[in-house]
């Protein structure tokens, strides 16, 4: 059985950082997966429109970012502790959203274009942007 958990989430003033970390159990880590993170608005299940905000494959270190968050956010992973990582900086109110790590064959579920829900979704955690 396949198990995401996050963990990092809280209450960050605008400018400031968080990072969150997906751990990742029930599959081989070396598998061909890519790893990243939706967000969703609170009180609204992670679905088929949830915005892809960042991934990472794992074979070959390939990764995608939303444009709302190229060179604020980064994701990174470490296979040895299975665990996928979302540091996040210079953080603005309209980052406040449910954040859920999710697991898939292929990075392109993370495209604004592309509607499917992943195959395996973590149960999220809360962000919140507020001075």
């Known amino acids: 059985q396949v198990q995401l958990v996050e963990s990092g989430g809280g209450l960050v003033q605008p400018g400031g950082s968080l990072r969150l970390s997906c751990a990742a159990s029930?599959?081989?880590?070396?598998?061909?997966?890519?790893i990243g993170w939706f967000r969703e608005a609170p009180g609204k299940k992670p679905g088929k429109d949830s915005e892809g905000v960042a991934a990472i494959t794992n074979h070959d270190g390939s990764i995608y970012y939303a444009d709302s968050v190229k060179g604020r956010f980064s994701i990174s992973r470490d296979n040895n502790k299975k665990t996928v990582y979302l540091d996040m900086h210079n953080l603005r109110p309209e980052d406040t959203f449910v954040y859920y790590c999710?697991?898939?064959?292929?990075?392109?579920?993370?495209?604004?274009?592309?509607?499917?829900?992943?195959?395996?979704w973590g149960q999220g955690t809360q962000v919140t942007v507020s001075s």
């Open positions: 999710a697991a898939d064959s292929y990075m392109n579920l993370w495209y604004p274009q592309i509607h499917r829900e992943p195959d395996y």
């Open positions: 029930g599959f081989a880590f070396d598998d061909y997966y890519t």
